[in-house]
């Protein structure tokens, strides 16, 4: 009897792509989420040092749409002409930005006002840019895992999620780099995939009356 | 390595009052959830206090690998339907919101409230609030209101367990359910919630658990996160659920067939899982800290009405072709019995117990309110369903009192067609059935006929974790014990051997054990088998014929008691283990009933 032959590589083949060149982000395939929470473990620690979830730039929510549905969203990393945290930051210039070197969005901490303003936030149509009240009220966004700075993207939230129901990608190659259409709020995700249960919207209650 | 301290958050329903407890020091001892429960229950309440009174406590329990090995929460409390102890595990996010709210050996609740409430923990925020708008209201609304209700509140999504009806109205196998698809159905914990006036807990924990070395755990957690070895498993898991058991087993002669009756049936093939995967699986989710999700919620629109739920093995498995029937009417009967809140797998032997009577004449039309209660008919087991949930008319509220109480009803006659162990259906894992089946474990259990009573448990359900989501563990670092040792070292900063993990396993089940023999449990009186099991044989699809010997029977329970249960040849836990322990307290008090090897 053969033997099936072993892939090679340590991870489950996702983590042998080669990561997007030029300008990225983190693509959420929300039908694909369980809400397992793994990719916020994996943003905490490396942010923070601490599995916290509370404390990751990536959210999860499970909603009842009726049924449980996990439901995940993290920065777009905007394209300039479509991007809403930057043009609301009153400092000048912004404390958050996306910086053209290292292809992230940025939060300067020492300029950042911190949680008395959070007009970024407000501005985000998906508030995508986080903190915690008493942990961090200092604001924290998505920066692909490049702590430092220095260009070197790897987002562990990718690495670890096991449904890949993220993505590390780019769409310059397509052509069409916007994502107004990803850019949306867990709620209004939450509303969109209620529809699949339709006439069971999550607002409706329901009783299970079998008609004879 | 510095140790974690451990936290308790106590709520008194009667004084409305609450507070956090330090309970490290039995952490140690007993570790969380299950383990920490039983010295709560022996310490809190007095032998032989009613299991429907004020005196009862329920505990919330959660320990160090809740979030991090699956999600698993444990209820424990005195079960009304035995008398004896209880608990019930459910999945879900609950466990792991409560461990975040820093509350790392969960939530005791005790006493009972003066009206229906509900309780609401965020973080340090601790309030007893008033339900009566929820209170009578049906599972799905119950929680789907108050999510709302407390997300338009705070801007969150808290996690909310919560009781249907049958849990108000104190049916002795009510369960508490969350997400709607998760449930601790077992030995009536819906029912102790019930008689607390407690309708739901809702928790929202943003503090974060406290780890001993987060690096550490991370560095374990994410070499099973990203294993091969776990996305064998996850192919599997995520798109059968638990499904694949009930069909296997009702043609192996392990699960129930009309009434127990049949070993196998072609009704069996209408558990289709394919089928029912294709036409109605809707999405898969899964709990914090599982890689390998298998919730695998089903959605049917049809011209009978709109069904939605999740079959697993204990909420469908015991009834479906107990009560014949396949997949297609269960999506219908599990969606309402997900909605008023009752254990699915007591109903299996329950309402096929009833059919069966109805069929023998021992109950009438007049008796079931007017049902024609026939073997497969989904209308007339949907209205027996509501009718054991209100409790109406005379054979549905006998019912819902489980089968000891009922036998008082419906006479000597009704008992040999029931087909109970310890008083508690036994319709899944046909006890016959010697391979596949759960004879020895069910009749030698002291909590009721149902998994999760062996020595296993203590360590599973004290740290706890969940069999399900440790199975790729099994294969990347080893035993449960072995996997508990590894992660409850990094997570509370301990230097556990593999024999502190087994005296801690044999501790826990020990302790269980002996608040059943506080309570009256008596093994050479109740570890038995239902009559059927050495009269009745049964044949599986492919031909192999099961049944029991009696003196077969005698001779193997001992052999279990004395190999896998680490007990005397009677059922009883030896007293020098007891003292190795540090058991000895419960010596002077089980002594003098004979609970003693």
């Given at each position: 009897m053969t033997e099936a032959k072993k892939p090679e590589?340590?991870?489950?083949?996702?983590?042998n792509y080669p990561h997007p060149r030029g300008v990225a982000f983190i693509e959420c395939d929300e039908m694909k989420c369980?809400?397992?929470?793994i990719c916020q473990m994996a943003c905490s620690i490396r942010h923070f040092g601490v599995i916290n979830k509370?404390?990751?730039?990536i959210q999860v929510r499970k909603y009842l749409l009726p049924l449980s549905k996990g439901i995940q969203m993290t920065c777009s990393q905007c394209q300039e002409e479509e991007r809403q945290c930057q043009p609301a930051c009153p400092v000048d210039p912004p404390a958050?930005?996306?910086?053209?070197?290292?292809?992230h969005m940025v939060i300067d901490n020492e300029r950042c006002l911190g949680e008395t303003c959070m007009k970024c936030r407000e501005a985000c149509s998906s508030k995508a840019i986080r903190n915690h009240?008493?942990?961090?009220p200092i604001p924290f966004v998505c920066d692909l895992c490049d702590t430092e700075n220095n260009g070197n993207l790897n987002p562990q939230c990718v690495e670890v999620c096991p449904t890949e129901a993220l993505y590390f990608k780019t769409l310059e190659a397509w052509g069409y780099p916007l994502r107004d259409f990803t850019r949306k709020h867990l709620d209004e995700k939450a509303d969109l995939i209620s529809k699949r249960l339709y006439p069971l919207p999550k607002d409706v209650v329901w009783q299970p009356v079998r008609r004879s | 390595m510095a140790e974690i301290s451990f936290k308790l958050l106590e709520v008194d329903l009667t004084q409305r009052t609450s507070r956090v407890l330090d309970v490290t020091e039995d952490a140690k001892k007993y570790l969380g959830a299950r383990g920490l429960a039983n010295k709560l229950i022996w310490d809190q309440v007095p032998q032989g206090?009613?299991?429907?009174?004020?005196?009862n406590i329920l505990h919330v329990g959660v320990g160090p690998l809740t979030g991090l090995v699956g999600s698993k929460t444990i209820l424990s409390f005195m079960s009304p339907l035995t008398g004896w102890v209880g608990r019930s595990a459910v999945s879900g996010d609950i466990g792991d919101q409560i461990v975040r709210a820093s509350y790392n050996t969960g939530i005791l609740i005790k006493g009972k409230a003066d009206k229906p409430v509900y309780l609401y923990v965020y973080d340090d925020r601790v309030e007893i609030r008033d339900a009566s708008h929820l209170w009578g209201e049906w599972k799905q609304k119950t929680e789907v209101v108050l999510s709302d209700e407390l997300n338009q509140e705070t801007g969150e999504i808290f996690s909310i367990l919560s009781i249907g009806p049958a849990g108000e109205n104190l049916v002795r196998y009510a369960n508490i359910t969350t997400e709607f698809i998760h449930s601790a159905s077992k030995w009536g914990c819906g029912a102790v919630m019930g008689s607390k006036n407690l309708k739901a807990i809702a928790v929202r924990g943003t503090l974060g658990a406290e780890y001993a070395n987060h690096a550490k755990v991370w560095n374990l957690f994410k070499e099973y996160a990203t294993s091969p070895v776990t996305m064998s498993f996850k192919l599997h898991d995520s798109r059968w659920g638990r499904t694949t058991s009930i069909a296997a087993l009702s043609r192996y002669a392990a699960e129930g067939i009309k009434n127990s009756h049949?070993?196998?049936?072609?009704?069996?093939?209408?558990?289709d899982l394919h089928a029912h995967e294709i036409k109605y699986h809707i999405w898969t989710v899964g709990c914090p800290g599982?890689?390998?999700?298998?919730k695998v919620p089903f959605f049917k629109n049809s011209p009978n009405g709109v069904f939605a739920g999740e079959f697993r093995h204990d909420n469908t498995g015991g009834l479906n072709q107990n009560i014949m029937m396949g997949f297609e009417e269960m999506t219908e009967i599990s969606a309402l019995i997900d909605e008023l809140g009752m254990d699915g797998e007591e109903l299996g032997g329950l309402v096929a117990w009833a059919m069966d009577l109805y069929e023998h004449k021992i109950i009438t039309k007049d008796d079931l309110?007017?049902?024609?209660?026939?073997?497969?008919d989904v209308q007339a087991t949907c209205d027996l369903l509501k009718k054991i949930a209100y409790k109406e008319d005379r054979a549905p509220a006998a019912l819902a009192e489980g089968f000891r109480h009922a036998y008082s009803i419906?006479?000597?006659?009704?008992e040999f067609l029931a087909w109970e162990v310890h008083g508690c259906?036994?319709?899944?894992?046909?006890?016959?059935?010697?391979?596949?089946?759960?004879g020895l474990a069910f009749a030698t259990s002291h909590n009721g006929?149902?998994?999760?009573?062996?020595?296993?448990s203590g360590i599973t359900e004290a740290a706890p974790f969940c069999i399900f989501a440790s199975m790729p563990l099994n294969r990347i670092i080893g035993s449960n014990e072995e996997i508990a040792r590894v992660y409850l070292n990094a997570a509370c900063g301990w230097d556990l051997t593999i024999d502190d993990i087994t005296d801690i396993s044999l501790r826990n089940y020990y302790f269980n054990r002996c608040l059943s023999l506080r309570e009256g449990y008596n093994p050479a009186k109740d570890d038995y088998l239902p009559p059927r099991a050495f009269d009745e044989p049964i044949t599986d699809k492919y031909g192999t014929t099961w049944v029991w010997d009696r003196n077969e029977f005698e001779e193997e329970k001992k052999k279990y008691y004395v190999?896998?249960?680490?007990?005397?040849?009677?059922?009883l836990p030896p007293r020098g283990e007891l003292e190795r322990l540090g058991l000895g307290f419960v010596i002077p008090v089980i002594e003098p009933m004979g609970g003693i090897g």
């Amino acid at each position: 009897m053969t033997e099936a032959k072993k892939p090679e590589g340590k991870s489950w083949g996702k983590g042998n792509y080669p990561h997007p060149r030029g300008v990225a982000f983190i693509e959420c395939d929300e039908m694909k989420c369980t809400g397992c929470g793994i990719c916020q473990m994996a943003c905490s620690i490396r942010h923070f040092g601490v599995i916290n979830k509370d404390l990751s730039r990536i959210q999860v929510r499970k909603y009842l749409l009726p049924l449980s549905k996990g439901i995940q969203m993290t920065c777009s990393q905007c394209q300039e002409e479509e991007r809403q945290c930057q043009p609301a930051c009153p400092v000048d210039p912004p404390a958050i930005y996306f910086d053209n070197d290292t292809l992230h969005m940025v939060i300067d901490n020492e300029r950042c006002l911190g949680e008395t303003c959070m007009k970024c936030r407000e501005a985000c149509s998906s508030k995508a840019i986080r903190n915690h009240p008493t942990l961090s009220p200092i604001p924290f966004v998505c920066d692909l895992c490049d702590t430092e700075n220095n260009g070197n993207l790897n987002p562990q939230c990718v690495e670890v999620c096991p449904t890949e129901a993220l993505y590390f990608k780019t769409l310059e190659a397509w052509g069409y780099p916007l994502r107004d259409f990803t850019r949306k709020h867990l709620d209004e995700k939450a509303d969109l995939i209620s529809k699949r249960l339709y006439p069971l919207p999550k607002d409706v209650v329901w009783q299970p009356v079998r008609r004879s | 390595m510095a140790e974690i301290s451990f936290k308790l958050l106590e709520v008194d329903l009667t004084q409305r009052t609450s507070r956090v407890l330090d309970v490290t020091e039995d952490a140690k001892k007993y570790l969380g959830a299950r383990g920490l429960a039983n010295k709560l229950i022996w310490d809190q309440v007095p032998q032989g206090t009613d299991p429907l009174s004020e005196g009862n406590i329920l505990h919330v329990g959660v320990g160090p690998l809740t979030g991090l090995v699956g999600s698993k929460t444990i209820l424990s409390f005195m079960s009304p339907l035995t008398g004896w102890v209880g608990r019930s595990a459910v999945s879900g996010d609950i466990g792991d919101q409560i461990v975040r709210a820093s509350y790392n050996t969960g939530i005791l609740i005790k006493g009972k409230a003066d009206k229906p409430v509900y309780l609401y923990v965020y973080d340090d925020r601790v309030e007893i609030r008033d339900a009566s708008h929820l209170w009578g209201e049906w599972k799905q609304k119950t929680e789907v209101v108050l999510s709302d209700e407390l997300n338009q509140e705070t801007g969150e999504i808290f996690s909310i367990l919560s009781i249907g009806p049958a849990g108000e109205n104190l049916v002795r196998y009510a369960n508490i359910t969350t997400e709607f698809i998760h449930s601790a159905s077992k030995w009536g914990c819906g029912a102790v919630m019930g008689s607390k006036n407690l309708k739901a807990i809702a928790v929202r924990g943003t503090l974060g658990a406290e780890y001993a070395n987060h690096a550490k755990v991370w560095n374990l957690f994410k070499e099973y996160a990203t294993s091969p070895v776990t996305m064998s498993f996850k192919l599997h898991d995520s798109r059968w659920g638990r499904t694949t058991s009930i069909a296997a087993l009702s043609r192996y002669a392990a699960e129930g067939i009309k009434n127990s009756h049949l070993g196998y049936h072609e009704i069996a093939e209408q558990s289709d899982l394919h089928a029912h995967e294709i036409k109605y699986h809707i999405w898969t989710v899964g709990c914090p800290g599982c890689a390998n999700a298998c919730k695998v919620p089903f959605f049917k629109n049809s011209p009978n009405g709109v069904f939605a739920g999740e079959f697993r093995h204990d909420n469908t498995g015991g009834l479906n072709q107990n009560i014949m029937m396949g997949f297609e009417e269960m999506t219908e009967i599990s969606a309402l019995i997900d909605e008023l809140g009752m254990d699915g797998e007591e109903l299996g032997g329950l309402v096929a117990w009833a059919m069966d009577l109805y069929e023998h004449k021992i109950i009438t039309k007049d008796d079931l309110g007017g049902i024609d209660l026939q073997w497969g008919d989904v209308q007339a087991t949907c209205d027996l369903l509501k009718k054991i949930a209100y409790k109406e008319d005379r054979a549905p509220a006998a019912l819902a009192e489980g089968f000891r109480h009922a036998y008082s009803i419906f006479g000597k006659e009704s008992e040999f067609l029931a087909w109970e162990v310890h008083g508690c259906a036994s319709p899944t894992y046909d006890v016959r059935n010697k391979d596949r089946g759960n004879g020895l474990a069910f009749a030698t259990s002291h909590n009721g006929a149902r998994m999760g009573s062996g020595i296993g448990s203590g360590i599973t359900e004290a740290a706890p974790f969940c069999i399900f989501a440790s199975m790729p563990l099994n294969r990347i670092i080893g035993s449960n014990e072995e996997i508990a040792r590894v992660y409850l070292n990094a997570a509370c900063g301990w230097d556990l051997t593999i024999d502190d993990i087994t005296d801690i396993s044999l501790r826990n089940y020990y302790f269980n054990r002996c608040l059943s023999l506080r309570e009256g449990y008596n093994p050479a009186k109740d570890d038995y088998l239902p009559p059927r099991a050495f009269d009745e044989p049964i044949t599986d699809k492919y031909g192999t014929t099961w049944v029991w010997d009696r003196n077969e029977f005698e001779e193997e329970k001992k052999k279990y008691y004395v190999n896998s249960l680490k007990l005397t040849e009677t059922g009883l836990p030896p007293r020098g283990e007891l003292e190795r322990l540090g058991l000895g307290f419960v010596i002077p008090v089980i002594e003098p009933m004979g609970g003693i090897g």
